[in-house]
């Protein structure tokens, strides 16, 4: 039996820390949260157990990565990938779909989650110069190849779904790129080559955010210093300074600074002991990723952070597979909810670019407190320099979502 092929791109996911378009739209913080009472810990008590098992995901596949791939810079979209495979499992079934589940941690209702998670990431909006956010689906099926309505109807009410058939050709390819370069502002110009014959539907996520910092750095206090790289290098990089109030953590095994962002957001800086490995850095944290933030205090941190940038693509097909994800990807693939025509995965392949700088705009309002008001007495004073390999977290405040993640281990290397 000749199997047809599912392509998945979750593939175009940007991230930028710095000055955001004017007139960009950006998500509100929670509305139950006040500008001075915004916490990173401030879970709702009905979506507590998804976010719970969404953050183990993120460890996972970051530490999963970082041990397959051994790039020394990597930068991937939880969320992207799970918006990807949750709209691919509505086509699942039996233990296909029940190892894509599970591997992702989707949960039982996973398109009712993904339906509250644009709302909050992409339909409450407001206009600001500060924070541009944007989540778009896409399902490109080749013309002629026969798919079932309930497929095509659930991803469009539960992912808001854009579902075109066309002729799969180099004309396609040109229409599916241009349509990952309008909804990453750019960043993502190309994530398709071609076509195959055995091609049948093109599943795609894309996910875009730049933010600004709610208090900049400053960049005359940016200076060269010292950074030891994953391969035992010393180099000199450009480094960024500032003394703040900010949330921080530390144990035996990681120390923790949160940043917050504009549009309510925060970005979370984590920092292996010496003997520790970003791998195990990041499976230690997520696997508590909430118990870790309520530990979380504000103190009166100098933070030295090297300025970095990366383009980073990858095939997430050898991750999953390591997940647990195997049937999906093999010729006894069940998809009979897409078609009658039998049907496998041929690959899953995410593309990122971020870039994190000084740039930003402090708003007067905006409060130094992540995980709860200030007490009155004066915070405890933590230095914290990123002068070895670190990982780091983008965060939804309201939710404690994990929209990217990633590992440095040289920050001037591309």
Known sequence: MIKRVLYITLAISMVACGSARKGARVTTPAESATKDSTSVAGSSANTEKAVDAENKFWGKLLGEACRELKQENICLSPLSAQFAMA????????????????????????????????????????????????????????KDFNVRKKFIETNKESFDALVES??????????????????????????????????????????????????????????????????????????????????????????????????????????????????????????????????????????SLPKFSTDFGTSLKPILEKLGIKRAFGNDAQFDKISDEPLFISDVVQKTYINVNEKGTEAAAVTMAITGALSMKAPKIEIITFDRPFIYAIIKENCNEILFTGKVGNPIAK
């Open 87 to 142: 709209m691919v499992a509505n086509g699942a079934e039996g233990e296909t779909k029940q190892q894509i589940c599970d591997a992702m941690q989707l949960g039982k209702d996973a398109n009712t989650r993904s339906r509250s998670l644009l709302n909050d990431i992409g339909a409450k909006t407001v206009w600001s110069e500060n924070c541009d956010v944007r989540i778009a689906n896409s399902i490109w099926i080749k």
């Open 166 to 303: 066309v002729e799969f050709n180099q004309e396609a390819v040109k229409r599916v790129n241009e349509w990952c370069k309008e909804n990453t502002n750019g960043k993502i110009p190309t994530i398709l080559d071609r076509f195959t014959e055995s091609d049948r539907m093109l599943l795609i996520n894309a996910l875009y955010f730049k933010a600004a910092w709610s208090k900049p750095f400053q960049e005359h206090n940016t200076t060269d210093k010292k950074f030891t790289t994953e391969k035992g290098e010393e180099i000199k990089v450009p480094t960024m300074m500032m003394r703040s109030n900010e949330t921080f953590y530390k144990d035996d095994v990681v120390a923790m600074v949160a940043k917050r962002l504009q549009g309510g957001y925060s970005m979370l800086f984590i920092l292996p002991g010496a003997d520790v490995k970003c791998d195990e850095a990041a499976e230690y944290v997520a696997n508590d990723f909430n118990g870790f933030l309520q530990k979380m205090e504000v103190c009166d941190v100098t933070l």
